[in-house]
């Protein structure tokens, strides 16, 4: 059971938007930052989105990140085949004194 | 440019010990924490710990706590993450990630290591 709650999967066609959500606590994304991650099977996660919103050099437009109250979002515009992976948001949690990660969101590509 | 390249796959038996090592390069290696992070078979990601590599102080995950040390060495600019008593159910990849900054705020878990897959079995 995971601090941050993610749907298990999400799904979407070529050129569609989809969101992924991420539901938290006022311990964790109530207070604290939160950074998104892609992981594609067989490889090392990378760092989509940081501080709610901010992306890393490198990262498309089409990515982008948002948070209300106690929950945090993922927005993939102009969906790509490229983007079929899992998703993660981590956030540090300050009743935990640690970092906590959501159980991930495995997009599908229709 | 950052790399962090991790030591190769490893074979326990249950009950004993691995150690993982993490290799940086292309920064100043004791101007960023360092993370750990596990991965069990279809299972999401854990945070384990993390180690300053610059004073040696570490924090670990209350899962962890008493059986996960992580060590450097600044010499060689390379960061450890020793698991004991091991289980089956630690069969898992594990990766170490970039923290933020250790004198002035960074972005946390910006570069990652390849990930060390250890298996645990008799």
């Known amino acids: 059971q995971s601090v941050l709650t993610q749907p298990p999967s999400a799904s979407g066609t070529p050129g569609q938007r989809v969101t992924i959500s991420c539901s938290g606590s006022?311990?964790?994304?109530?207070?604290?930052?939160v950074n998104w991650f892609q992981h594609l099977p067989g490889t090392a996660p990378t760092l989509l989105i940081y501080?709610?919103?901010q992306r890393p050099s490198g990262v498309a437009d089409r990515f982008s990140g948002s948070k209300s109250g106690t929950s945090a979002s993922l927005a993939i515009s102009g969906l790509q085949s490229e983007d079929e992976a899992d998703y993660y948001c981590?956030?540090?949690?300050?009743?935990?004194?640690?970092?906590?990660f959501g159980g991930g969101t495995k997009l599908t590509v229709l | 440019q950052v790399r962090l390249v991790q030591s190769g796959a490893e074979l326990k038996t249950p009950g004993a010990s691995v150690k993982v090592s993490c290799k940086a390069s292309?920064?100043?290696?004791?101007?960023?924490?360092m993370h750990w992070v596990r991965q069990a078979p279809g299972q999401g990601l854990e945070w384990m710990g993390w180690v300053n590599p610059k004073s040696g102080g570490t924090k670990y995950a209350q899962k962890f706590q008493g059986r996960v040390t992580l060590t450097r060495d600044t010499s060689i600019n390379t960061v450890y993450m020793e698991l004991s008593s091991l289980r089956s159910d630690d069969t898992a990849t594990f990766y170490c990630?970039?923290?933020?900054?250790?004198?002035?705020?960074?972005?946390?878990?910006?570069?990652w290591g390849q990930g060390t897959l250890v298996t645990v079995s008799s």
């Open positions: 981590a956030a540090w949690d300050d009743r935990l004194s640690g970092w906590v």
């Open positions: 006022s311990s964790n994304i109530g207070s604290e930052t």
């Open positions: 292309g920064y100043t290696f004791t101007g960023y924490f």
């Open positions: 501080s709610y919103n």
């Open positions: 990630a970039r923290g933020g900054g250790v004198a002035v705020a960074g972005t946390e878990f910006d570069y």
